[in-house]
């Protein structure tokens, strides 16, 4: 919707390069920040989140960080790999409950 | 556990007939969600369920859908009648601990209507 913002839409990385994925929203009272990834013909399923009290968290090769003067919140894939091409959608917690509109990953080997 | 199972997971049907969807969320899970995935309009709430009651329905997209939760482990979407412009793939999901946290979502069941 459009109180959830994702940029880019797609992105396309050389394998072992590192991709970044923006989400903007509007709800200053959103206190949790998930990030989804949903393979092709799968279900999305919760790959990393935050909450307000923090700036940063990482789980192996990814990370979100998040940014709430800003109300923005990115996730970081480092050292891609072929099984990281899908779509990632972002889902704050506003009232809502809306999810982003997606970013298709596409990773080149 | 056996995760969020939805059923069936494909339907083909001509326009005008009923369709029904169907799901079981994770045991202890007190929040229900349905969803709509298109490649145009991407994901969308269409309601949620807090405790069997329905908290929000306003992404309900008009008088031919409607949802129920009996009991807390089954819940059922209805669309009547069915046109082509429903075909999506209709994804359910569950949430402990508040509607704004983590959602398990079932493998959804892809709707086709003639």
Redesign the interface.
């Known amino acids: 919707g459009e109180n959830v913002e994702q940029h880019p839409s797609t992105l396309s990385v050389q394998e072992g390069d590192s991709a970044v994925i923006k989400c903007t929203y509007s709800d200053s009272a959103s206190n949790?920040f998930?990030w989804y990834k949903q393979e092709l013909g799968?279900?999305?399923?919760?790959i990393i989140?935050i909450r307000s009290n923090v700036g940063e968290k990482k789980d192996q090769r990814i990370a979100v960080t998040l940014n709430k003067t800003a109300k923005h919140f990115s996730l970081h894939i480092t050292e891609t790999q072929p099984e990281d091409s899908a779509v990632y959608?972002c889902?704050p917690?506003d009232y809502?409950?809306?999810?982003g509109?997606?970013t298709t990953v596409t990773v080149r080997a | 556990d056996a995760g969020v199972i939805q059923s069936p997971r494909h339907e083909v049907t001509e326009m005008g007939q009923e369709v029904t969807l169907r799901c079981k969320p994770i045991s202890g899970h007190d929040y229900l969600?349905w969803y709509r995935q298109t490649m145009m309009r991407?994901?969308e709430?269409l309601i949620?369920f807090n405790n069997n009651v329905p908290i929000?329905d306003s992404g309900m997209p008009e008088d031919r859908f409607s949802a129920k939760m009996p009991n807390a482990s089954f819940s059922t979407l209805k669309i009547q009648p069915s046109e082509p412009r429903d075909s999506a793939v209709y994804?359910c999901a569950s949430s402990q601990n508040g509607?704004?946290?983590?959602?398990?979502?079932?493998?959804?069941t892809r709707l086709l209507v003639l």
Do not use: C, H, V, W
């Open positions: 949790y998930p799968k279900r999305p399923q919760l989140d959608f889902a917690n809502k409950l809306s999810f509109a997606g | 969600f991407g994901l709430l949620y929000d994804f509607a704004r946290e983590t959602q398990y979502f079932g493998p959804g």
